[in-house]
């Protein structure tokens, strides 16, 4: 259904996804799978018009294997089509919509979201996002990191796996946690906004956002609560990192890909503060924070 919603007459139903100032719509023939959508995501579809359709149908094709915990390095090209890790993911890119919705057809083992992979699935939907920033003309990166809003501001803490991002989403639950995995730092308008995204459906406290971005915050576990403002390549270079690589459905990585993280992570440090942030198990970083951003 193009507006959003189910549509009882043809069997198909259309759940559409809010990312950031983007709309992906994901077209199934079960109600199944829009109840999926629905529970996974923790919302209901939006009635905004979609900037991409992705029409979704599931398949058993293939022995599953191993599944990735990255598709952006298995992805294949060939023309408009693509497959990631062998097959498990297929798809192709279509002529747009008479609406000028950019048009996809996904082709999906069934592991990828009956089971807890679907987190591996959903860098299936980054990469969507990313095609419809590229014809916005956005800067809105995804970034590997939990969001809290407090006070009316944004903060965004990063780091890699095991750094302690769900430790800060668990300790901030008096403050709006808006996700533990992927947030978005949008700096496409006059103040950089901290804006929140359904991914990683696995999270359940999520509460969905937005707010002027304060500060960006390196995580580092310690025996201690410290701040320390970065500068430099010792701020760019941790936040490029973290930074999902900004490729659309038709692209794939590349020598050059990292080196765009960085493009993007110098914008972010221009306008955001970056600090390192040291800290114990206890909401005690927060008055830290409070006294150094003061």
């Known amino acids: 259904m193009y507006g959003g919603g189910r549509k009882e007459g043809e069997a198909v139903y259309c759940y559409h996804l809010q990312i950031g100032s983007a709309v992906c719509g994901i077209r199934v023939k079960s109600s199944r799978l829009f ?23 599931l398949a058993r094709y293939s022995s599953v294997g191993m599944v990735p915990d990255s598709f952006f390095q298995s992805k294949e090209l060939s023309g408009r089509t693509f497959r990631m890790k062998g097959g498990l993911i297929q798809g192709r890119l279509h002529s747009r919509t008479h609406g000028g919705a950019m048009r996809v057809s996904l082709k999906v083992h069934p592991v990828m979201i009956e089971t807890d992979v679907s987190r591996v699935f959903e860098q299936c939907l980054y990469q969507a996002y990313f095609s419809i920033l590229g014809q916005k003309g956005a800067y809105a990166p995804l970034i590997h990191s939990s969001g809290v809003i407090k006070d009316g501001k944004g903060y965004l803490f990063l780091g890699p796996s095991e750094a302690g991002k769900s430790t800060v989403a668990a300790l901030s639950s008096a403050y709006q946690v808006i996700n533990d995995e992927i947030t978005i730092a949008d700096i496409s308008g006059r103040l950089p906004m901290l804006v929140s995204t359904l991914f990683n ?9 937005s707010a002027p971005l304060a500060g960006i915050f390196v995580l580092h576990k310690s025996s201690r609560d410290r701040m320390e403002l970065l500068s430099g390549s010792s701020a760019v270079r941790p936040v490029a990192d973290q930074i999902i690589p900004p490729l659309g459905l038709d692209a794939q990585m590349t020598a050059h890909t990292y080196f765009s993280q960085l493009d993007i992570a110098a914008a972010l440090q221009e306008r955001v503060p970056v600090y390192k942030l040291e800290f114990t198990k206890s909401v005690q970083f927060w008055h830290t924070i409070s006294r150094g951003i003061l």
């Open 201 to 209: 459906g696995l999270f359940r406290a999520k509460h969905p956002g």
């Open 35 to 57: 109840t999926w959508c629905e529970d996974y995501f923790m919302a209901p579809s939006v009635p905004a018009a979609p900037d991409m359709l992705i029409d979704l149908r």
